[in-house]
């Protein structure tokens, strides 16, 4: 099931006669009900930051199709933002946004729920609430300037309609196009014709003047091949390559050249994974443009956001 880009809430009412809740009677009843309702027990019975490994993928399925659209709605799923700032004057440049889940004092790693909101076709409905968050920060924050950066995964992009979605929420929600940045995760395998489709979606994007960025650049050869065909203006470094580089010379060098890579390409590159003072010289030192990360600033809720 696709959900496109939605305006407005999702109702008790209307979640009630979703089809995965539905199935279960009129009131939501039945051993299907008791069944989802034990796996959510499940999940948020899980310890702060921990992996939900005992979820199969049965379970994220029926997790996904019905109470993760509550979560988004009822804003137990909810955006924090994380700075980009400058490497050389240290002015922040761009607010990655990122999902986090938290029920009841409860929280919940972001792996154990964002693949299925994906996979399901409701990233789009996700999105549409980010964006809905950067516009509340711009109205709060008014002398802002900064870009606002959402991952989006490469299948969602390639959808049919994702342009013309994506183009009318910016706007819903009072955000010029020219101040998003959209972050392409990981290289999940598409048909051909999506290929040609996501190729054809970035560009119209790229045309409006949004930013392209290829997130865990130099995670595999797969980056390299997208880096050849799609729009990009911006990667952002695998923050594994800067981890090893701390210690490990031939680390230090590859870091170097995926930045002397992405200079030839006249693409400006950000390092994330950022963690201490010593990483931030590294980085620096190694010419990345922008810096990311905990020894900046970690992820904060929109209440707690200073600009």
Not at 162 to 189: K, M, N, Y
Request: include cysteine.
């Amino acid at each position: 099931m696709h959900y496109a880009f939605i305006r407005g809430k999702v109702s008790a009412r209307q979640a009630a006669s979703h089809p995965d809740v539905a199935s279960a009677g009129p009131e939501g009843e039945g051993h299907a009900a008791a069944a989802r309702m034990a796996r959510l027990r499940r999940l948020m019975a899980r310890p702060w930051g921990a992996t939900d490994r005992s979820l199969d993928s049965e379970e994220l399925l029926v997790l996904t199709r019905a109470d993760l659209i509550g979560a988004i709605e009822l804003g137990h799923i909810y955006p924090v933002f994380q700075p980009q700032i400058s490497a050389q004057h240290g002015g922040i440049v761009a607010l990655e946004v990122l999902a986090r889940w938290s029920d009841k004092g409860r929280h919940h790693a972001p792996e154990t729920f964002i693949g299925s909101i994906t996979s399901h076709g409701m990233e789009t409905l996700l999105l549409d609430h980010f964006l809905g968050a950067c516009g509340r920060v711009q109205t709060r924050f008014p002398r802002y300037a900064g870009r606002f950066a959402l991952n989006v995964n490469p299948r969602t992009a390639a959808a049919a309609g994702f342009v013309q979605g994506f183009v009318h929420a910016c706007i819903s929600h009072g955000l010029d196009v020219s101040r998003v940045v959209l972050e392409l995760t990981e290289q999940t395998r598409i048909s051909r014709e999506g290929e040609a489709r996501l190729l054809e979606n970035l560009n119209a994007l790229s045309a409006r003047g949004m930013v392209i960025s290829q997130d865990d650049f130099g995670s595999g050869y797969a980056s390299l091949q997208a880096l050849g065909l799609l729009p990009f203006a911006q990667v952002k470094v695998d923050k594994t390559l800067l981890h090893r580089a701390r210690h490990a010379e031939r680390a230090r060098r590859l870091f170097s050249s995926s930045m002397d890579l992405a200079r030839s390409l006249e693409l400006q590159t950000v390092a994330e994974g950022v963690e201490s003072p010593d990483d931030v010289v590294l980085a620096r030192s190694l010419g990345a443009d922008l810096l990311q990360g905990y020894a900046i600033s970690p992820p904060v809720p929109f209440e707690r956001l200073v600009l």
